[in-house]
Structures are given as structure tokens and as C-alpha cells.
């Protein structure tokens, strides 16, 4: 026996009009709620793949990129290989910093990894990308599951020192510490050492002169506890001021793409 019920097109076409603008209502009255974000806040734009590409590249010193491996991002699945590389050495851009529990349409970061950092790190990138782009989590979620598998052992250090470049002329990210989700515009090539359950006081870090520790994951799994911290080593004047010159190029491509991209005096 079937006890379904059909109601007439118009009914059902009045009944699905309803739905839509019952949880529309919903998210413009709750926009930072569960559902709602996913919604209105994890769907990421698709870059030009030319655009993407050669800002990836821009992570790496000219001498590794040709031999590297490039991950692009597709927004509806995550990180795929665009290149495929020879040397050890990816790179690709981040668009997503688990550690600040937010979904933001407007981050940037290209970054590379040597084998090591590929093997260790990198999964964790894509793991976020991919649950991002699924729509099933909201950004608290996906914070709380990698915290989860890295207290668990499913998401491990770094098994040596290495190094991750982060040579790009332009990034838009965050300042560093997983409390100020303030989000900014920044020229400042740099070397990154693996520096795993490590803070700035190890080292009597300055990071008005350099170098210094950042370990975001610190301040969410509890000091020096976080596996992926980093010792940082900023560009000098002149290098960072040829790598600004070199890319000029690009930075005219990506302020043409996003006007955010623009420089400031200063570099911020």
C-alpha cells in the first residue's frame, strides 16, 4: 500500500519556495550559525589557472620551480596537481588556515615544502580543502577534527629539518597569532625551518629583526605542543626589494584580479 502523498506542481513548487526563504530568513539572522556559513561563507572563487600557477611558483627560489610539483586548488574538491615535479619540492596557495576556526573568501598564502614538509604537512592542507570544499563542515568543525587527529598521532611533525619558502612578492593572511583574525595585505619573502613543539623563547627570537619562531599551533593545542611551527627567516631589504621588482608582472596581474593585492607603503 502506498501512503505517499503527491501534491499538485504549484503546491510543490509553493512548498520549495517556502523552504528557501525560511532558511534564507534563518542566515540573515544567524550568519556565523552552522549551516548558514557553510552557505553563505565556504565556497572559494577558482583563480585563473595561468594566475594561480605562476603565484604558487612564486613561493619557490627561480632555481626549483621548474622541477617542482603544483598543486591548484578546484573549490568544489580541493587540491589537485597542475604539475608534476621532479625535484622534491611543491608548492600551491593556501586558502584556508584551519587554526582560526573561519572561513574567509579573501586569504592567500603560495607556499612551498621541501619532501619532508610534503610528507608531513602538507596532508593536512589538503585534508582542510577538501572537507571545505565538500560544504559538510563548518570552519569550528574542521579546527576541532584536525586538532583531534593530531592529538592522536594521524597527523605527525615534520621527521627532519627542512625548509618551506615563502618567497612571494604579495600574501594575504593573518599576522600570526590564531586571537587576532584580522586579515592583511603583506610583502615580505621569507625562509621557514621546520621548528615542530618549539616557541619564540627557544631561540630569543625578534621578530622586528629576525629570525623568530611562529607556531600558531601553540596557542590551540597549548604551548609548544604544536608539531608545525616554524623558524622564520625574513628576506633582507635588498632581496626582498628584488623579488617586489622581479614579480612585477604578477603583482600587476593580481591587482588587475583583486584590488586587494595592492601594496601599501611599507609593504603592508
Known sequence: MNNS??????????????????ITSQCLLLPTKGFCQKMADSKLEKMPVDLERDYALSALPPHLRKGATVYLLDPAKGYYIAQKGTNGFICFITRTEWEWGEFRNDLTMPISFDAAGTKAIFPVYQAVAAMRAS???????IKDIVIDRIRKGIYKAPSRPGVSYMLAPV?????GDPTNNKIMTMSMPHYM??????????IGGDTDHGPFVNNPDNTVLGDKKGPYGYIIMPAGEAEAAK????????????VAYKSYYKIKAGGM
Open 5 to 22: 502523498i503527491s501534491l499538485p506542481k504549484k503546491s510543490q513548487q509553493y512548498f520549495l519556495l517556502l523552504a528557501v526563504l525560511l
Open 135 to 141: 560544504g559538510k563542515f563548518t570552519a569550528r568543525q
Open 171 to 175: 600574501m594575504r593572511g593573518y599576522p
Open 193 to 202: 625551518f621546520y621548528a615542530p613543539y618549539m616557541n619564540n623563547a627557544d
Open 243 to 254: 623579488i617586489v621588482k622581479t614579480n612585477r608582472d604578477l603583482l600587476q596581474r593580481l
